[in-house]
């Protein structure tokens, strides 16, 4: 099996579209919001966003786009002014974050906001089986305190953070986190 079909079974999975659910509960979705899906991947979440009425446009710098879902959902360059920007567990994908980061500040509108839903690496190091391998995409695993460090390098300020799923001795499975633009 692939990488874009072992993607494309994790979109459809059930943790996966819980957290969905989760991020749109975080995104608070108004009909007049550009969003952008960073690392959209297949485009899954990027169709879940617009079933639930957003203008959402996908972007990734791999092509993994899944015919099922029409063409006009990706993009190859981002909007001028967008007014939020969510990586669904594709933060730890994106080779060079910090240039990524400073290029979404500049695009993003005064109340910007950046959502981060990823694996937390905490879970992975203590609970996953030795022989473990990320998928091959995968650039770093970040911890909560690095990607606090990052996003504030860029010019963000911390709105939440915070754990979600499965929990064994304290540790949730994932990292969760929105950011919003500092005002200078």
């Known amino acids: 099996m692939g990488y874009k079909e072992k993607l494309t079974a994790f979109n ?16 608070d979705i108004k009909l ?59 933060y730890s994908h ?18 910007g906001r950046i959502y981060i839903i990823a694996p937390n690496p905490t879970w992975i190091n203590t609970f996953e089986n030795v022989d473990y391998k990320p998928d091959p995409t995968v650039v770093r695993h970040n911890t909560h305190v690095e990607i606090f460090q990052q996003m504030n390098n860029a010019g963000f300020n911390m709105v939440l953070e915070g754990q979600l799923g499965n929990l064994r001795q304290n540790v949730h499975e994932r990292v969760f986190a929105i950011y919003q633009k500092k005002y200078e």
Do not use: W
């Open 12 to 27: 459809k999975g059930a943790t996966y579209n819980e957290e969905l659910r989760f991020l749109g509960s975080l995104l």
């Open 32 to 90: 007049s919001d550009v969003i952008v899906d960073y690392g959209c991947g297949t485009g899954y979440g990027v169709q879940h966003m617009k079933d639930k009425g957003a203008d959402v446009y996908g972007y990734d710098a791999n092509d993994y786009r899944s015919s099922e879902y029409p063409e006009r959902y990706f993009v190859d360059q981002l909007p001028d002014k967008i007014d939020k920007v969510y990586f669904m567990h594709s």
């Open 94 to 111: 994106i080779p060079n974050i910090d240039i990524v980061l400073r290029y979404l500040h500049d695009r993003l509108s005064e109340e």
